[in-house]
């Protein structure tokens, strides 16, 4: 047996269902305008992050050439300081054998 809020609301809902529909397509509209434009801004986001990486990345490829280029010299300028002490040390010792 049905209670009279039951039949209220059948009553209610037959005009109330033009209105209803009407809503609820406005609201699914709003919610997938809303979801494109969190997904539009998720890719924004995303393409500015990478941006981001690419040229830090890209700093830290030039940075690490710079540092190698200079390990290289330092190598050389070390070896040419050993040449050096070595032709020093013949040298000493020539004198010494002199003397």
Known sequence: MASWRDTARRVAAAPAGPFARYFNRRFEDVHGHLDNEIEFET?????????????????????????ERFADRLADRIDGLGEAVDKLREDIEHLRQRA
């Open 43 to 67: 890719v924004a986001a995303t393409r500015v992050l990478q941006e981001r990486i690419a040229t830090d990345t890209e700093v830290m490829s030039e940075l690490t050439i710079g540092l």
